[in-house]
């Protein structure tokens, strides 16, 4: 079937993904001596801004030895492309790995169904792992998911790496059925009470949306359920045509960490946003669910329903105290950001992969590139 990337074809590529995990900076490096050299695509004047000070401002996010392989940036100002670069071998039709994403395009889907009236924010999310009287997981709330506030006993990093729950739920012991790895973990902290990234968390989304769809335990089945609603919600409507999920054994959509689009896609679903929900004059997403995501939570105010945000906070991979504090963003570990300022009506698109080292100079040369554009 077209549309997206099933248990039988992808294990071989996840295998060497997780084993490069330990490989970045070296898979990195190789890639950017490969030969070759990134180009422009697009490069026009916006805002008074002309193309030099474009070209000066876009040129450090593509130095290899400071910030790593960058592989398409974009920038989209009133819904228009005036910047597009790509890095060699990448080129506008390619589909890039979301990473993390994913888990914002995940909480879209999720706001639809939400607006169907099959799920509700603070309704305990139905888990039958968690059904039993007494289980403190019975408390927990489709907002807990969202906002990273479960209470879970997930650690998403640790050292070394490959120990780490995201590691072993998406690659090792628990990625036959990841939700189910996920669910089975107790409580480490009251529900709502603290913010703990988790990947486990979406993973858990993702499996009650497929069961808000279909009763059926068939893998085959629950794909097609999803994929349904993923085609005729979101990728239809919003024009995301090479948006391909990634799905478990169990056939469950790997919504945290393992969806494809190209560059241009990641864009227009970052516009949706802007736009709070709406697309050609339609409301696809509730504006309602819009705000919520972007609305600070109680628990880490840098942090919304599965996006971060440019404010200080418990922790955070933006850059608070730089640009607006109204940008938001999805953010993937190895330096994927999608950024949108609407006070700026920006929309700005870094896809690529840089060590820890290098995300600190990465992220001062995206605040600095989106510091050009004016307010209002």
């Not at 105010?301 to 940008?327: K, M």
Request: glycine share 10%; aromatic share 6%; hydrophobic share 40%.
């Amino acid at each position: 079937m077209k549309g997206f990337i099933n248990s039988k074809t992808i294990w071989g590529a996840s295998a060497v993904l997780a084993a490069s995990l330990m490989l970045w900076p070296s898979l990195s490096r190789s890639v950017a001596q490969s030969g070759g050299s990134a180009n422009y695509q697009v490069l026009e004047k916006t805002a008074n801004i002309d193309r030099a000070m474009l070209a000066g401002a876009i040129d450090p996010i593509f130095d290899e030895e400071n910030v790593g392989d960058t592989q398409a940036l974009i920038v989209m100002r009133d819904g228009k492309i005036v910047a597009e670069r790509y890095g060699d071998g990448i080129g506008p039709k390619t589909r890039l790995l979301s990473r993390s994403l994913g888990k914002t395009v995940t909480a879209a889907l999720i706001g639809l169904m939400v607006s169907d009236g099959r799920l509700a924010l603070d309704m305990p999310v139905p888990v039958d792992a968690w059904s039993q009287p007494g289980d403190p997981r019975g408390a927990i709330t489709l907002r807990n998911l969202l906002q990273m506030t479960s209470g879970l006993d997930h650690r998403e990093d640790v050292d070394p790496l490959y120990k780490s729950d995201a590691v072993r739920m998406l690659f090792t012991d628990g990625a036959q059925d990841m939700a189910a790895y996920a669910e089975a973990k107790p409580v480490a902290h009251p529900p709502g009470s603290l913010f703990v990234y988790s990947t486990g968390d979406t993973m858990i989304l993702c499996d009650l949306m497929t069961r808000m769809l279909t009763d059926s335990n068939n893998p085959d089945l629950r794909r097609d359920a999803m994929m349904e609603f993923v085609r005729g919600r979101l990728m239809a409507p919003s024009g995301l045509s090479s948006l391909t999920p990634e799905f478990d054994p169990r056939g469950t959509m790997i919504g945290g960490a393992m969806m494809h689009m190209t560059a241009r896609d990641y864009t227009r679903f970052g516009e949706l946003l802007r736009n709070q929900g709406r697309v050609n004059g339609h409301q696809l997403l509730s504006a309602r669910w819009v705000a919520f995501m972007t609305s600070p939570s109680k628990r880490n105010p840098a942090y919304g329903g599965h996006l971060w945000l440019n404010r200080e906070g418990a922790e955070n991979p933006l850059f608070p105290g730089r640009a607006s504090s109204r940008l938001y963003a999805a953010v993937g570990h190895h330096g994927q950001y999608l950024l949108i300022s609407p006070a700026q009506r920006l929309v700005v698109l870094r896809m690529g992969i840089s060590t820890q080292e290098e995300k600190i100079p990465l992220r001062a040369a995206l605040a600095h590139l989106i510091e050009l554009f004016p307010y209002g």
